[in-house]
């Protein structure tokens, strides 16, 4: 419980918890009427039929979900997948959250509300403020709000007492506005999404190819051989994914699945639009499953290495790319020297796997070169999540497998631009020759210190260092980890600002004063100086493209994300600023010049960005020209997770549900896992179950304890599971506050969410 009564975690679930056995067939008709249900309850047919049929089109939006590719080429009629179809529910939705709501309910009561409850409630209609002491919102002009902030940021000692967060939904124009603001305004403090999810592969890659993202193109996915896809759940946080994937089976690729839990999307799919697919059996995705326990994947990786260089010496030259090795990398011998060190049967034990099953793996890569490894959080919340990506690489680099056709890297990227708003220069660290060309640009000394990132935002509010929290968009409290630690930082604040589309448990976790800015979505028209606009964003293989609502607005007062940022800047920085920020709101397109000025690759961005599907951004790494500090992809030597578990202990991994995305609780269904109604779960191997003398539905309380802090999540309920001994799962944002702020990856600072040490107590 927090200051004055507001709960910022999720309240205790009474919903009866009904079991189900887990699904082995994703998509089909359950995900058609799934998707359905949604978006007709919602929008009803329509308006759902005609948002749906513009979500992923060359002329309309871009999905508000994740940020996995559309086809280059040909687009069918129905281009998404459940998951999208919700996400535009959700967003579309009929339902209103105005002033006669709040005057209704006050904050406090709305807290008691469990996160689904709270997200249903509608689409945010007006500027809304709530006062000092007050326990209701209640309706601001848009120019009394921008006074505020205007007034508050400028009473600041210093700009680094300001932290202005950035959620993946952003578009590139509003991402290059508000970080253009940001920095005018003087400092970098600029966390971001990126924080929490993907930093890790960034570090990762960034050190040994050059380039923090991935280098596949979705046409790789089709020429591929082998694609390895680790620590990741494509069948809900990427369902179009498995339609890759059924193609790339059919092109002949093999898929190896490396996960401590059997997802159903990665067992067998149906393609909800192939008639041969609906009527006839599901395609089989996995061809070999290595169940791990969580975080064994760098034991693992280092087990198949080994086992390529025993066939290497068996038969010299068939099994490692040599010449590759010789003439694009770095690092070899300090990695080898490494390799050698480790003995191959501890390796294997530490994974919890049967040794042919590795070996099978290692088998086939031995014969293939063409390999993609695909990956998500499964890899990079760890403490040493940088390592994983780091192995992940070498055993790519081995291989020859990065910079040519069917072979690299794909970190999958979750929320739709939460790449493109890195591009845009959303980052706390600014890169001096992006400073450089924002200088030529605007003729204004940008700040070179390094702002705070998400985990250093929580201690410098927590510590009354920032007293100003500013977010566009996201769900910052749901989000981040130790959820009483961070509402005790944000309740620091003299004021939090949250731009939104939906009402969500940050806008009641408030500062002093706190404002809620609600803006346009994805789905909706934007029309500035009676000129219809358009934004860009960037998908997971750095496709840059177009997005363009086609939905009325569900309030005349509305903002666009640009417009915002313009009203913020000219509130606050008056005539101290360089930018003209009205002409750019006025044309979108005038930003998008100023993006080509200042950021690499966007040669004739305004022409290309209107051709259909957009274009791609360099990419060295799938060139195979490596832009590291050595000009080659670098070797890297990389430990193994540095804690042993003691009896009754488990290593808790957060997922999400089937009927979530990211913070957002779509439904109470995790079809594919068969859990429904109640959220408050942690799923366990049977046998951890017997022994430590649990039932299937006992009610247990997680706790973990870290430099002397206990921190508990109540009333969680046991369901048996096909998951590894000493593992445990459990459904953020619930768990969230199990996990402590400042255990973070070297080298990422990104959350432990998937690796943190609980027991538990009857
Ligand atoms: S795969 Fe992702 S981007 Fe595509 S429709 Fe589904 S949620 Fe949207």
């Known amino acids: 419980m927090s200051k004055d ?169 509003a991402a290059f506005l508000y970080q253009l603001f940001v920095r005018q305004f003087g400092t970098n403090n600029l966390p971001d999404c990126s924080n929490m999810c993907h930093e890790s592969s960034g570090a990762g890659l960034s050190e040994t190819v050059g380039i923090g993202k991935g280098s596949v193109k979705l046409d790789d996915f089709y020429m591929a ?84 260089y025993e066939m290497e010496e068996k ?19 300090d990695f080898k020297a490494d390799l050698d060190k480790y003995d191959l049967q501890t390796l294997i034990s530490q994974t919890g796997l049967q040794e042919a099953a590795i070996r099978e793996v290692a088998d086939l890569l031995a014969s293939k070169n063409k390999i993609i490894v695909c990956w998500a959080m499964g890899l990079t919340q760890h403490k040493n999540a940088v390592d994983n990506i780091r192995e992940v690489v070498n055993l790519l680099l081995l291989k020859g497998s990065i910079g040519k056709p069917g072979a690299g890297t794909c970190p999958v990227r979750g929320h739709s631009n939460v790449q493109g708003d890195r591009t845009m220069g959303i980052w706390e660290k600014l890169k001096p020759e992006f400073g450089e060309k924002l200088k030529a640009t605007f003729n204004f000394e940008p700040p070179k210190e390094d702002g705070y990132d998400v985990v250093n935002a929580i201690k410098a509010m927590h510590e009354g260092k920032a007293k100003v929290f500013f977010a566009m968009g996201g769900n910052f409290i749901s989000a981040t980890p130790d959820t009483e630690y961070t509402a005790e930082a944000l309740m620091n604040c003299d004021l939090t600002v949250h731009v939104s589309t939906k009402l969500n448990r940050s806008h009641l976790v408030h500062g002093k004063t706190a404002l809620i800015l609600p803006c346009l979505g994805r789905t909706e028209r934007d029309v500035q100086n009676g000129e219809e606009q358009f934004v860009s964003v960037e998908n997971s293989t750095g496709v840059v493209h177009s997005s363009k609502g086609n939905k009325r607005p569900i309030s005349d007062h509305l903002y666009s994300e640009p417009k915002i940022v313009a009203e913020m800047a000219k509130h606050t920085l008056g005539s101290r600023s360089t930018v003209n920020w009205d002409a750019m709101v006025a044309d979108y397109d005038q930003i998008r010049d100023s993006i080509e000025q200042t950021c690499g690759g966007f040669t004739d961005y305004n022409k290309r960005v209107r051709e259909p ?145 609980v027991t538990l107590k009857c």
Not at 677 to 704: C, F, H, Q, T, W
């Open 5 to 173: 009564g507001i709960k910022a975690q999720p309240p205790e679930d009474n919903n009866k918890l009904e079991l189900n056995d887990p699904k082995s067939v994703a998509g089909g008709m359950p995900a058609i009427t799934s998707s359905l249900q949604h978006v007709y309850g919602e929008v009803g047919i329509v308006e759902g039929t005609k948002a749906l049929l513009k979500l992923n089109q060359f002329d309309g939006f871009d999905c508000p979900g994740c940020a996995w590719p559309d086809p280059d080429k040909h687009r069918s009629v129905a281009e998404f997948c459940e998951n999208g179809a919700k996400a535009v529910a959700e967003e579309a939705t009929k339902a209103k959250v105005n002033a006669d709501f709040f005057k209704k309910y006050s904050v406090q009561e709305l807290s008691e509300w469990s996160d689904y409850e709270i997200g249903k409630s509608g689409r945010i209609t007006d500027p809304m403020v709530l006062n000092p002491g007050s326990s209701h919102y209640e309706p601001i002009s848009w120019e009394g709000a921008f006074k505020l902030i205007g007034q508050q940021l400028n009473a600041l000692g210093s700009p680094n007492e300001a932290i202005f967060y950035t959620s993946g939904r952003t578009s590139n124009e």
């Open 225 to 308: 051989d082998v694609i390895m896809i680790i620590g990741q759940n494509p069948g809900t946080n990427h369902p179009r994914m498995l339609t890759a994937l059924e193609k790339a089976k059919k092109s002949g690729a093999k898929i190896v699945t490396v996960n401590p839990l059997p997802e159903t999307g990665l067992i067998g799919f149906k393609h909800p639009q192939s008639p041969k697919d609906m009527l006839g059996s599901a395609t089989k995705i996995t061809d070999h499953f290595l169940q791990v326990r969580i975080n064994a994947d760098v034991a693992l990786l280092k087990a198949i290495m080994i086992m390529l």
């Open 613 to 757: 599907g957009g274009f791609y951004l360099p990419n060295g790494a799938r060139e195979g020209n490596f832009a590291t500090k050595t000009n080659k992809a670098n070797f890297t030597v990389n430990l193994l997770p540095d804690y042993t578990l003691e009896e009754g202990q488990y290593l808790m991994m957060t997922i999400r549900s089937h009927d979530q995305y990211n913070t957002t609780i779509y439904g109470l269904h995790d079809r594919y896992r068969g859990i429904h109604y109640n959220r408050r779960v942690v799923l366990m191997n049977p046998e951890d179950m017997k022994s430590a003398g649990i039932k299937a539905r006992d009610k247990v309380d997680l706790i973990s304890e870290y430099n002397g802090v206990e921190r508990v999540a109540n009333g969680f309920l046991a369901v048996p599971y096909d998951i590894p001994t000493q593992c445990v799962a459990t459904y953020f944002p619930e768990a969230n506050v199990l996990i402590p702020f400042d255990q973070y990856a070297r080298k990422s600072n990104t959350p432990i969410s998937k690796s943190v040490i």
């Open 315 to 333: 038969a010299p030259g068939t099994v490692l790319d040599h010449d590759f090795i010789a003439n694009k990398t770095a690092g070899y011998d």
